[in-house]
């Protein structure tokens, strides 16, 4: 298809997005809620076409790329349908944001302002490999009264296709306009470069994936967009640490599923703990396929424990965010040290450390400048299932606007409303 025609096509369905979105915005919760329970039964019912479909693009990852961890992202099985089904119902049982008033004021003049909670609009998502954005995005969208116009990778067309399928009937049988999820099913580059210049149909565009993905969005797009999101995360091991805590938690956080933006990328450990931490964490992590680059201090600690899963660390390792089963070490000697590294290397995604220490606690909190800060937990939990929301539409690591998961509220405005009796201004 020539590129003419492919833009005309996604105008088309800009279009119609935008006419849906106006609808959507009036309908009712129960309508939306409506909708949303049959997204999550469509889901379990329509099982074994979404897994066949997601088949194809698991085994075709694999070809292109045999390591099961990077297919990770993209494959669906009965267990993860079953936890997205569970996703859309809780954001079934959350209030909806629309309509709600807040910021009451009456003026001296006697007119009573308010702030009115409202849809943007229509928001614009382009992602990759992973199928489960595709219901997190939608559902989060129809809570709130939006359209979407919806982009997936290449990776995951058929899961996408699938899935789309099961949502518009969804919408359709509870009697909104299916037109509310738009998902653009070419693959071509030319339909990302329309999109970015949409902005007469999208109200607000995300991008989820690569970090070029990201920039190319921060650079090119027209509208409103939020470009933050790359998960570049630490933890770091303070000298008051529980150790067994510390175990736990980066284990987790580096293998519970590694090819996710909030798993550890890098972990510092303070000198006073690394002899005693790290040859337990290493080997901990090594049995479960981590390759672990070094610093010459780790090297020293760690030199009884040597072979492929060992490598001394590059400059680039410091900064990069893996989503393999690759963790950067480095020894430090003081809390100061590892905010520095982290103010250096880091994205403002999610940060943790481990301590019993109140004051380093606090300093932490109060000193790391990120979207999510963790005292003594796993950064596995930066996700807006885990923080209650039902899902996420990103986790934005800008600061205006939204930061962090981005759930229902994320995707609103508001206007103000203005009630008076007969005033005008003199």
């Given at each position: 298809?020539?590129?003419?025609?492919?833009?005309?096509?996604i105008?088309?369905l800009g279009?119609?997005?935008?006419?849906?979105?106006r609808l959507l915005?009036k309908?009712?919760?129960?309508?939306?809620?409506?909708?949303?329970?049959n997204?999550?039964?469509?889901?379990?019912?329509?099982?074994?076409?979404?897994?066949e479909?997601?088949?194809l693009d698991?085994?075709?990852?694999?070809?292109?790329?045999?390591n099961?961890?990077?297919?990770?992202?993209?494959?669906l099985n009965?267990?993860?349908?079953?936890?997205?089904?569970d996703g859309v119902?809780?954001i079934v049982?959350?209030?909806?944001?629309?309509?709600?008033?807040?910021?009451?004021?009456?003026?001296e003049n006697?007119l009573s302002l308010k702030k009115?909670?409202v849809p943007?609009?229509?928001?614009?998502v382009?992602y990759?490999?992973?199928?489960n954005v595709?219901?997190?995005?939608?559902?989060?969208?129809?809570?709130?009264?939006?359209a979407?116009i919806?982009?997936g990778g290449?990776?995951?067309?058929?899961?996408?296709?699938?899935?789309?399928?099961?949502i518009?009937d969804?919408i359709?049988?509870?009697?909104l306009?299916s037109?509310?999820?738009q998902?653009i099913e070419?693959?071509?580059r030319v339909?990302?470069n329309?999109m970015?210049?949409m902005?007469e149909?999208?109200d607000?565009l995300?991008p989820?994936g690569?970090?070029?993905?990201?920039?190319?969005?921060?650079?090119?797009?027209?509208m409103?967009?939020?470009?933050?999101?790359?998960?570049?995360?630490?933890?770091y091991?303070?000298?008051?640490?529980d150790l067994?805590?510390a175990l736990?938690?980066?284990?987790?956080?580096?293998?519970?599923r590694?090819?996710v933006?909030?798993?550890?990328d890098?972990?510092?450990?303070?000198?006073?703990?690394?002899?005693e931490?790290l040859?337990?964490?290493?080997?901990?992590?090594i049995?479960?396929?981590?390759?672990l680059?070094?610093?010459e201090?780790?090297?020293?600690?760690?030199g009884?424990?040597?072979?492929?899963?060992?490598v001394?660390?590059?400059?680039?390792?410091?900064?990069?965010?893996?989503?393999?089963?690759?963790a950067?070490?480095k020894?430090?000697d003081?809390l100061d040290?590892?905010?520095?590294?982290i103010?250096?290397y880091g994205?403002?995604h999610?940060?943790a450390i481990v301590?019993?220490?109140?004051?380093?606690a606090n300093?932490?909190?109060?000193e790391?400048?990120?979207?999510?800060?963790?005292?003594?937990?796993s950064?596995?939990?930066t996700?807006?299932?885990?923080?209650?929301f039902?899902?996420?539409?990103?986790?934005?690591t800008?600061?205006?606007?939204a930061?962090g998961?981005?759930?229902?509220?994320?995707?609103?405005?508001?206007k103000?409303?203005?009630?008076?009796?007969?005033q005008?201004?003199?």
């Amino acid at each position: 298809m020539n590129s003419r025609k492919l833009s005309e096509q996604i105008n088309t369905l800009g279009h119609e997005a935008r006419v849906a979105s106006r609808l959507l915005a009036k309908s009712s919760t129960e309508a939306k809620n409506q909708a949303l329970l049959n997204i999550s039964e469509a889901l379990l019912s329509k099982r074994d076409m979404i897994l066949e479909s997601n088949r194809l693009d698991y085994e075709a990852a694999l070809e292109k790329d045999p390591n099961p961890v990077n297919a990770d992202r993209l494959m669906l099985n009965a267990e993860r349908l079953a936890d997205m089904a569970d996703g859309v119902r809780k954001i079934v049982s959350l209030n909806d944001p629309i309509g709600e008033e807040f910021d009451e004021t009456t003026l001296e003049n006697g007119l009573s302002l308010k702030k009115r909670r409202v849809p943007l609009g229509i928001i614009g998502v382009i992602y990759e490999s992973r199928p489960n954005v595709t219901v997190e995005i939608a559902s989060l969208c129809l809570k709130t009264g939006n359209a979407t116009i919806l982009r997936g990778g290449s990776e995951a067309l058929n899961s996408n296709k699938a899935l789309v399928v099961c949502i518009k009937d969804a919408i359709r049988d509870a009697g909104l306009p299916s037109e509310s999820v738009q998902f653009i099913e070419s693959t071509d580059r030319v339909a990302v470069n329309h999109m970015l210049n949409m902005r007469e149909y999208i109200d607000l565009l995300i991008p989820r994936g690569s970090e070029s993905l990201v920039r190319l969005v921060a650079e090119k797009a027209t509208m409103p967009a939020i470009t933050g999101g790359v998960g570049v995360s630490h933890t770091y091991i303070d000298s008051d640490a529980d150790l067994e805590k510390a175990l736990a938690i980066a284990f987790n956080a580096k293998v519970q599923r590694p090819s996710v933006c909030n798993a550890l990328d890098t972990l510092l450990v303070h000198s006073a703990v690394a002899s005693e931490y790290l040859p337990r964490l290493a080997e901990m992590w090594i049995q479960s396929g981590v390759t672990l680059h070094i610093d010459e201090r780790a090297m020293n600690v760690l030199g009884s424990l040597q072979g492929p899963s060992i490598v001394a660390a590059k400059d680039e390792d410091w900064g990069r965010e893996y989503l393999s089963l690759d963790a950067a070490v480095k020894v430090v000697d003081s809390l100061d040290d590892a905010m520095f590294h982290i103010e250096t290397y880091g994205s403002a995604h999610s940060e943790a450390i481990v301590t019993e220490s109140d004051k380093a606690a606090n300093r932490f909190l109060d000193e790391i400048d990120a979207a999510v800060v963790f005292v003594n937990a796993s950064t596995r939990f930066t996700d807006g299932g885990e923080f209650g929301f039902g899902a996420e539409v990103a986790i934005s690591t800008d600061k205006i606007h939204a930061r962090g998961p981005m759930g229902l509220k994320e995707i609103t405005s508001y206007k103000w409303t203005v009630v008076g009796t007969g005033q005008v201004r003199l």
